[in-house]
């Protein structure tokens, strides 16, 4: 069976492998001149940078996915285990949140913020077990294709209280801000706002408490190359619309006229993207992409003091800050940052005695009214400023030997992000599950989906897992030989 994959995003490497591991001839076409999409890989005067995702949880989604493909994940990267997984540090406070890879550890972090917070970390990890593994586990590793498989999640959904909002969910074990903050913030990683992702989302702490967060050396695209190693793909293929005949896919047609037919298409295009390949005009695009970010991505000559691997720094209003980034019309006026400093565990990422820095900062995607190309430099400079002066990341300004930046612009460029989205559809209530582009695309046979954008989401373990959902669905649907992770 010939499968055509649009986009060497990691759902399409995954993808991809999986099929190629059923004996499905497989090839993949990747617009850009490499693989990874967003988890792509910058490389300039000794410096490594990931360009996104550094932060690697849920390894063994990673294990089964390229055993699937015939690979052994341990013989192709040295993953380590991060211990804290991250440091949070706020703009107004003397104190830090190392996330400690123990639980007796992160209740001790907690005390320092509340003692009666502390005492009830235990509960509140009991209360996302469940969810976690009923909700996040169970519903992730399946398709949500039908209103009777959706309905069937309901009552878990009300019995674990999982509907609500995240930060309400925090609240009701935490009192002190800070730690409600440090409990709350990860739905950001896959674009989500906490005051409005159903709580669901907090099986995302869960996870890193049950299996840890993880780094790979040489970052997270060691992970892509990997995956990419035994495929066929094409770069520099940029596909321009997928053809039908009748009720099914019979091709895609590339940039340059050439067609190419398949049995199987499976798109790891942005979501919003896909339908336009199809023909179908813009009928998903009552779907809200998500927030985006501006990114730097600095080479120092020096390693500076006050960052761990992974660090939060919170400006002040938590909450003023998520709500612009995720529907304000301007940029934020205080600054929220992710840092990645991959040296603290793997010292090739830059010269010696040097430093790779990934600074991110949320902001709103090009539906708001930035003009990027004028604002860019101003926001670097108040990125630069805000870490020197708020964070006391003292000389950092003067270290910069070299630079890159992306702006939500990149996103749109490189990727096709529909707005210079960073995370495809945003994850809400609304957007999640049943009402989440699913994997098979209805009404057309043999087409299929991966990626941030479809079920179940963003992140590296969302778009493997949905991956082994669209692998095990094609398989079922062109009778091939039942994988071993079937639904
Ligand atoms: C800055 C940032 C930080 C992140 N941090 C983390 C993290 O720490 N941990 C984590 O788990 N997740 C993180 N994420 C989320 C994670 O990176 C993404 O959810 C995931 O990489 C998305 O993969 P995808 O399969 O959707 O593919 P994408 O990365 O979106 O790739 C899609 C590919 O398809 C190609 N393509 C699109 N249209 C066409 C076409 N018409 N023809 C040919 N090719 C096409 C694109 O060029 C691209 O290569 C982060 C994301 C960002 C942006």
Redesign the pocket.
């Known amino acids: 069976m010939k499968v055509a994959v649009?986009?060497?995003?990691?759902?399409?490497?995954?993808a991809a492998l999986r099929l190629q591991g059923l004996g499905c001839d497989v090839i993949v076409?990747?617009?850009?001149d490499g693989?990874?999409?967003?988890?792509?890989r910058i490389r300039s005067a000794g410096f490594t940078w990931d360009?996104?995702?550094?932060?690697?949880?849920m390894p063994w989604v990673l294990e089964e996915t390229f055993a699937a493909g015939g690979l052994d994940l341990h013989r192709e990267v040295t993953l380590r285990r991060l211990d804290p997984l991250y440091r949070i540090r706020w703009a107004d406070e003397e104190r830090s949140f190392d996330f400690a890879d123990s639980a007796e550890r992160l209740r001790a972090e907690v005390a320092q913020f509340s003692e009666r917070d502390a005492r009830r970390v235990g509960d509140f990890l009991d209360a996302l077990a469940p969810i976690y593994e009923q909700g996040i586990l169970a519903a992730g590793q399946r398709p949500i294709q039908d209103l009777r498989s959706f309905l069937a999640l309901l009552p878990m959904m009300s019995r674990l209280r999982a509907a609500g909002p995240l930060y309400d969910f925090v609240a009701r074990y935490f009192e002190h801000p800070r730690v409600r903050e440090a409990f709350s913030f990860h739905s950001l990683?896959?674009g989500g706002d906490p005051f409005r992702v159903p709580a669901i989302y907090g099986a995302l702490v869960y996870l890193q408490v049950l299996d840890g967060g993880w780094y790979a050396d040489g970052g997270?695209f060691s992970l892509v190359e990997a995956m990419a190693q035994p495929l066929e793909i094409r770069y520099g293929?940029?596909?321009?619309a997928i053809a039908t005949a009748g009720d099914r896919v019979s091709g895609v047609r590339l940039i340059n006229g050439e067609q190419l037919s398949c049995d199987v298409v499976v798109?790891?295009?942005?979501v919003l993207?896909t339908h336009v390949?199809l023909g179908r005009g813009q009928g998903l695009r009552r779907l809200k992409p998500s927030m985006s970010?501006f990114?730097l991505y600095l080479g120092l000559d020096r390693r500076l003091e006050g960052l761990r691997h992974h660090t939060l720094l919170v400006g002040p209003g938590y909450r003023e800050f998520i709500q612009t980034v995720t529907r304000g019309r301007n940029l934020p006026g205080s600054l929220s940052t992710y840092v990645h400093a991959p040296t603290r565990t793997d010292p090739a990422m830059a010269p010696p005695g040097g430093d790779s820095l990934a600074v991110?900062l949320p902001v709103p995607n090009l539906s708001a009214q930035v003009d990027w190309p004028a604002a860019a430099e101003e926001v670097r400079e108040r990125v630069v400023t805000d870490l020197e002066r708020t964070y006391a990341l003292n000389g950092l300004a003067g270290s910069i030997q070299v630079e890159h930046r992306w702006t939500p612009i990149d996103?749109q460029r490189?990727?096709?992000?529909v707005d210079g989205n960073?995370?495809?559809v945003e994850p809400t209530l609304h957007q999640s599950a049943l009402f989440r582009p699913p994997n098979r695309v209805r009404g057309l046979r043999g087409m299929y989906q991966?990626?941030?954008?479809t079920h179940p989401g963003?992140?590296?373990?969302?778009?493997l897992l949905g991956?082994s959902v669209t692998a095990a669905l094609i398989a079922a649907d062109a009778g091939l030989r039942e994988p071993a992770w079937s639904l």
């Open positions: 649009i986009g060497a995003g990691l759902g399409g490497l995954a076409l990747e617009q850009n693989p990874g999409g967003r988890a792509s360009t996104g995702p550094s932060l690697i949880t990683f896959i997270v293929t940029r596909v321009e798109s790891n295009a942005d993207q390949l970010c990114l991110l996103f490189r990727f096709g992000a960073a995370f495809s991966v990626g941030a954008g963003a992140g590296i373990p969302g778009v991956a």
